[in-house]
């Protein structure tokens, strides 16, 4: 996939906690995941595999923190923003939207194709990047449409736009669109509610 610069609409508690090694730490776990999902393996391999990553769970329980502390969510520098929730997304800033790519790996395989929960997971935090730079505040999704064009593909770059079509108070309407070449794989449209600050978490706990 090409490698963007980061976009310029994230305003929210941006962070380089954990530097390179949370970079590689991310990209083995999607590893492991998608490895994972197409895996074969005899009874015992599962139990040894089982046995190690238990003792590797047990070991980096120490560093538990509250969300929003650790770098997950926080490194628009990495893709997803380094949240392992999503699958390899890069977007960048364009006037009144976003534009980019994404990868769904073979963990978001639903058969033959990405799953239909994986693709609107994608739509939400896309079409809420835009309503959130649109804002420069936190927002909440409304309600999220999805319509499935065609089968979406795993393992290869997918081109994803998204755009504001109306402004209306705090509710903003957002449409996106997900391409594989020529092909429409997925449109979305979204309504996104702009928190006042009695809605805002963040807002609460500065009070």
Known sequence: MTDPQ????????????GGDGYARFLAEL????????????????YDELASRL???VDDVQTYRAPEGQGPAGRRPDLPGRGLL???????????????G???FGERFTGWTA?????????????????A?????????????????????????????????????????????????GDTVCAEAESLMVVLRDADDPGERAAG
Do not use: N, Q
């Not at 980061?6 to 906690?17: D, E, M, V």
């Open 6 to 17: 980061p976009p310029a609409f994230t305003p929210l508690s941006r962070t380089t906690r």
């Open 101 to 103: 790519e994404v990868c």
């Open 114 to 130: 990405a799953h239909g929960g994986a693709v609107s997971l994608v739509f939400d935090e896309v079409l809420g990047a835009v």
């Open 132 to 180: 959130t730079a649109t804002a420069s505040r936190p927002v909440r999704t409304a309600w999220l449409r999805v319509d499935y064009r065609a089968p979406t593909p795993v393992g290869r770059p997918l081109a994803i736009s998204a755009r504001i079509d109306a402004i209306a108070g705090r509710k903003l309407r957002i449409s996106g669109e997900l391409r594989d």
């Open 30 to 45: 999607r590893r492991l995941g998608d490895v994972a999902t197409v895996l074969d393996a005899p009874e015992h391999v």
């Open 54 to 56: 238990s003792v590797i």
């Open 85 to 99: 929730l999503l699958p390899d997304l890069r977007l960048v800033a364009e006037e009144g939207g976003v534009r």
